[in-house]
C-alpha cells in the first residue's frame, strides 16, 4: 500500500486547510484509517481516525469539533477537513492504514502498519 498524502499550507489562525491522502496497491475499503500529525521534537500524535466499515470517526481531545476525517471508498482517499486553525496545529500530518491485527479503531502509531510522506501544516498567529 502507498499513500500520498497533499493538502497541506501555511494559513494563519483561524483559517482552514482540506488534507487529502490517497491510497494505492491494498484493500484500502477494508482498514481503518486515520491521522496523525508531528511537530518537532514532539512525539507523533494521534489526531483521528475513521471505521472502514460504517465510517465512525474518533478524534483527540485537542481537535475535537474542529477537525473532520471522512473516506471516499471509491476514491481510495481519506480526507481530513481542518477549521478554526490554532497555532498549536502546527505539525507535518500524516496519514497512515491501521494493521490487519489492529482491534477497533486504534489511536496508538504502533497499530498503523503503512504511513503516507507527511504534509506540513503551519498556522501562524
Known amino acids: 500500500v502507498q499513500l500520498q498524502a497533499s493538502g497541506g499550507g501555511s494559513v494563519q489562525a483561524g483559517g482552514y486547510l482540506r488534507l487529502s491522502c490517497a491510497a494505492a496497491?491494498?484493500?484500502?475499503?477494508?482498514?481503518?484509517m486515520a491521522w496523525f500529525r508531528q511537530a518537532p521534537g514532539k512525539e507523533r500524535e494521534f489526531v483521528g481516525a475513521?471505521?472502514?466499515?460504517?465510517?465512525?470517526?474518533v478524534y483527540a481531545d485537542s481537535v475535537k469539533g474542529r477537525f473532520t476525517i471522512s473516506r471516499d471508498n471509491a476514491k481510495n482517499t481519506v480526507y481530513l477537513q481542518m477549521n478554526s486553525l490554532e497555532p498549536e496545529d502546527t505539525a507535518a500530518y500524516y496519514c497512515?492504514?491501521?494493521?490487519?491485527?489492529?482491534?477497533?479503531?486504534?489511536?496508538?502509531?504502533?497499530?498503523?502498519?503503512?504511513w503516507g510522506q507527511g504534509t506540513q501544516v503551519t498556522v501562524s498567529s
Open positions: 497512515a492504514v491501521e494493521k490487519a491485527t489492529a482491534r477497533g479503531t486504534p489511536r496508538s502509531p504502533n497499530e498503523y502498519a503503512f
Open positions: 475513521i471505521n472502514w466499515s460504517d465510517s465512525t470517526t
Open positions: 496497491g491494498g484493500i484500502f475499503s477494508r482498514f481503518d
